[in-house]
């Protein structure tokens, strides 16, 4: 991963209305709200070290700002903020199709990024890159069409209209379903983050690669209810809502527990 650490304030804030991006702005920053609910003390103290005093929140989307950039220094990352898999019912063969997969990945990359942080040999700007980049694409996870399929690009080239306004079923799922609740994201966080111990537990069980076939499943029941060319608007919103929802904090207490474990 290059060191181009320089650059990375003013990107941070450089404008992001033409691009379409996995939760949008406040998803992103509602799981990274909820992940710093759940950090170990050990995690917190690591993160700070490695992060300073801002709030996961306030990188979250860093990921997503250098997608403006021009220079072609982050284009190897695009790759990174998904994982595309035919459709499947069965996690073994999931499994299979998802570990013989060339190249890189959101998949890949969860481990790589990780990796990268616990190498006493990675440099201070090059963690702290790494760590941004880890938020990130653990909040993609969560995003369902983030493990849906290449043929249409996770559902870019799905049309569909939102409440009368042309768009694709993608940005529907990135950031149309969560801003039409016209929450801040710490709003957000707090009303959704309300589980006991034992159910964040319950949520925070398995392997990174049945987080995956958790959104892959979901990704493939949003697939069958979403034609090309449907008309969405409020019966959308409440059939799919409680679904957002879940997803946002499934991502953010799983996004926690990765955390916790690596450090």
Known sequence: MKSIYSKMLI???????????????TGHRIIAEIAENH???????????????ERLAYWANWPDFIKSDTTGAWKQASAWHYVNIDPQTDFKIFGQKLKGQAGPSLYT???????????EKTSEKDRKIALIFLIHIMGDLAQPLHVGRAEDLGGNKINVTYFGDKTNLHSVWDGKLVDSQKYSYTEY?????????????????????????????IAN???????????LSYDYQYKFNNTMERQLLYG????????????
């Open 11 to 25: 990107l941070a804030f450089m404008a992001t209305s033409l691009y379409s991006y996995a939760w949008g702005l």
């Open 39 to 53: 950090l170990s003390g050990k995690a917190r103290k690591e993160i700070k070290k490695i992060m300073g005093r």
């Open 109 to 119: 990359q969860v481990n790589v990024l990780s990796s990268q942080i616990k190498d």
């Open 189 to 217: 966080a707090a009303l959704l983050d309300i589980k006991s111990d034992e159910e964040v537990k319950e949520i925070q069980k398995g392997a990174l690669e049945d987080w995956l076939y958790d959104s892959h499943k």
């Open 221 to 231: 029941t949003i697939y069958a209810q979403t034609p090309n060319d449907a008309k």
């Open 252 to 263: 953010g207490l799983r996004l926690a527990k990765w955390l916790n474990d690596l450090f």
